[in-house]
């Protein structure tokens, strides 16, 4: 008997290269339609698993649109959704925002390591 799995829930991971982004600015040029939060992490316990050339990033601007939600940090950002949804209007400009922020698909300029992002609908 055929039994669908139903699909993972959106997650992707974008990058910058050569310049990174500034907590305040990034808090204050989100629309506050997404409801920038800055967390701040004041211990290394809070990101001693980084993985090393990010080692030490002590913040991260969260952000929320209706389903879609992201992490955005110096050089990072990470999109997700916790139950997979449709897109909403508001989603799908929260997305954009983040792809414009952060417009490379791999920490470096080099083939491997590439984040695909994976298909999602929109309402």
């Known amino acids: 008997m055929y039994s669908a799995e ?7 991971v974008r990058w910058v290269w050569l310049r990174k982004h500034n907590p ?3 808090s204050q040029n989100l629309d506050q339609a997404f409801h920038p939060t800055l967390k701040r992490y004041s211990e290394e316990k809070d990101y001693k698993y980084d993985i090393l050339s990010f080692k030490g990033i002590k913040w991260e601007v969260w952000i929320k ?5 992201a992490f955005l940090s110096e ?5 997700y959704q916790k139950v997979r949804e449709r897109f909403t209007r508001k989603d ?3 997305r954009n925002r983040v792809l414009k922020l952060y417009p490379r698909r791999s920490s470096g300029p ?9 298909a999602f609908e929109t309402e």
């Open 110 to 118: 080099f083939p491997w390591s590439v984040s695909e992002e994976p």
């Open 6 to 12: 139903p699909l993972e829930p959106y997650h992707h």
């Open 65 to 69: 649109a209706d389903t879609v939600g």
């Open 92 to 94: 799908v400009e929260l």
């Open 75 to 79: 050089y990072r950002a990470v999109l």
């Open 24 to 26: 305040s600015e990034l």
